[in-house]
């Protein structure tokens, strides 16, 4: 491991990170306008903000002070290494303002077990942002001021298209350690270059990101939506992170417009993104009919809508007793229940109400988005069941949505079709073509080995948050939600909930789900294998 060449990398991570909250710091100066140093010192979000910029912009200068050294051997320990432990420090340093915020607003008197309960969540809160979860500690959304909700959005959009490969498009990249950083932190079982060199990819990939975030907020704006709550819901649909600057999430506007904008801009996010860049700047629209990927993600979500908008037309929704026994870690107020499950039947009155709001929140949690308009805890069994199915599917290779991707999915089909035949036709000889180009048998092998360690990552996560939060479903999907890096998930996670109430043991584990979904298992693991670290 060239340790010098690790730490020069994420220092220049730490230092384009400071630049980026520079953006937050201006808000939070114009929302407060102080008129003295007393009084900056006073604003919770501008001191926040100011000492977050100015240790990370220290700490980043640190450790590109030292020159690394020439690097020998293929480099995929030192990126794997400089992604996984880049994210984690620059959470870290990223968290500073929502600790300070936390920290002075709450006058309760001082003690250790604050500080760590205050650093958990702002931890939790920030990862869930990098990493596009959605998952949230906030009972108050609205209670932020506008400079925090945006940087919580930006985490969004940074840790959606990656902020490795951001700064691969600001500097010259590593070589081939310039590779495995991008290999590590693009979703997808393949991490492929649309430019001559990696720089120009990845300046490719945030010049794609960009304009389509650019073109949602132009289209939310003429729905009505302020300025500010149209860039921080483009963030978090392009990023399919689900960040919202409203309590209510998307469901607060009470919009089709809106609904239908987030909703198509969501499918797009969901999408490989090397399809929107032949689609923008090659005029190539007929890989849309083509794609093999494409066209099987199309499909299982038009059938997921399909099947929700008529069941919920023609059965609605659970009946107020069957809503009211689900568990929930703010339980509804027994005089409030009736009220509110008529409020949610009534949004599957009619056909294309149902319609509207199924596919809102299908293409919401296939994307890993997390955005919310309806209550979907209050669905009929199968649609819940039928959505934590789709939890683990996720969206396209390439896009920034989690989930174990449909090209995996697809792969692992046509691999389980062709061993029943080999059972009945021993000698037969078969290929998997995903369209008409054959997989190689090692990327099968290693589709097949990301299956099996996701199962039993999964497995043995839930086992650590069963300790910790009684009630199965809720600890199954809040595992569900994390390493799937969707946000919300049932019962006491649910789409109305939030994981405030989740044991500070428990938000670590999810902590860790969520990198470990984000960054796809592989990487995390190389970086923290013990072989990675002998010279």
């Not at 691969?168 to 495995?180: K, V, W």
């Not at 990696?198 to 704006?221: D, F, S």
């Amino acid at each position: 491991m060239n340790f010098s060449f690790v730490t020069h990398a994420i220092g220049r991570l730490l230092q384009v990170l400071g630049l980026v909250m520079l953006l937050s710091l201006g808000i939070a100066i114009i929302e407060t306008s102080p008129r003295s140093i007393a009084e900056a010192i006073a604003s919770p979000a501008l001191l926040g903000f100011v000492i977050a910029i100015a240790l990370t912009f220290f700490a980043g200068t640190i450790l590109i002070l030292r020159k690394p050294s020439r690097l020998v051997g293929n480099g995929i320990r030192e990126g794997f290494t400089i992604v996984t432990f880049g994210w984690i420090i620059f959470a870290f340093f990223s968290s500073i303002p929502l600790q300070i915020w936390f920290n002075m607003t709450d006058h309760s008197p001082f003690s250790l077990y604050k500080l760590f309960y205050h650093f958990t969540n702002s931890y939790f809160e920030v990862m869930s942002g990098f990493t596009t979860t959605g998952s949230t500690i906030l009972t108050d959304i609205e209670a932020l001021p506008k400079s925090l909700l945006f940087w919580r959005s930006m985490t969004h959009w940074l840790g959606g298209m990656g902020i490795v490969t951001l700064v691969l498009a600001i500097f010259p990249a590593s070589g081939i350690t310039g590779y495995q950083m991008f290999r590590g932190e693009v979703p997808g079982p393949t991490a492929e270059k649309l430019g001559p060199n990696l720089r120009q990819t990845a300046k490719i990939l945030w010049g794609v990101y960009a304009l389509l975030t650019l073109a949602e907020t132009i289209l939310l704006m003429f729905g009505g939506m302020p300025l500010f709550d149209s860039v921080c819901h483009a963030f978090g649909t392009l990023a399919t992170g689900g960040f919202s600057t409203k309590n209510l999430s998307i469901g607060y506007y009470n919009s089709a417009y809106i609904d239908w904008v987030i909703t198509f801009f969501m499918f797009l996010a969901g999408m490989n993104f090397l399809l929107h860049y032949q689609m923008i700047f090659k005029r190539n629209f007929s890989l849309l009919t083509k794609n093999s990927e494409f066209l099987f993600y199309s499909k299982v979500l038009g059938g997921a809508i399909i099947l929700s908008t008529l069941i919920l037309w023609i059965k609605g929704i659970l009946p107020a007793d069957a809503v009211g026994e689900i568990f929930r870690g703010y339980p509804i107020p027994s005089d409030q229940l009736q009220t509110v499950v008529s409020g949610e039947s009534s949004k599957f009155d009619s056909f294309f109400s149902a319609l509207r709001f199924s596919s809102f929140q299908v293409i919401s949690i296939t994307t890993t988005t997390g955005f919310m308009t309806a209550d979907y805890d209050m669905w009929p069994n199968a649609l819940r069941t039928m959505l934590v199915f789709l939890m683990f599917v996720g969206g396209c290779a390439g896009s920034t949505a989690g989930g174990i991707k449909m090209l995996r999915i697809q792969v692992l089909i046509k691999s389980m079709i062709r061993e029943v035949r080999r059972m009945v036709q021993p000698k037969i000889v078969q290929s998997i073509k995903i369209g008409k180009v054959p997989v190689e048998e090692k990327q099968v092998a290693n589709i097949v080995g990301f299956l099996l360690l996701f199962i039993m990552t999964y497995g043995i996560l839930v086992f650590a948050m069963s300790f910790f939060v009684e009630d199965f479903s809720t600890a199954a999907t809040a595992i569900t939600a994390t390493l799937g890096n969707i946000g919300p998930g049932l019962a006491g996670v649910g789409p109305t909930q939030s994981f405030n109430w989740i044991p500070l043991e428990g938000k670590w584990i999810c902590t860790l789900a969520m990198l470990l979904g984000r960054l796809e298992l592989y990487t995390v693991f190389i970086a923290f294998a013990p072989i990675s670290w002998k010279r």
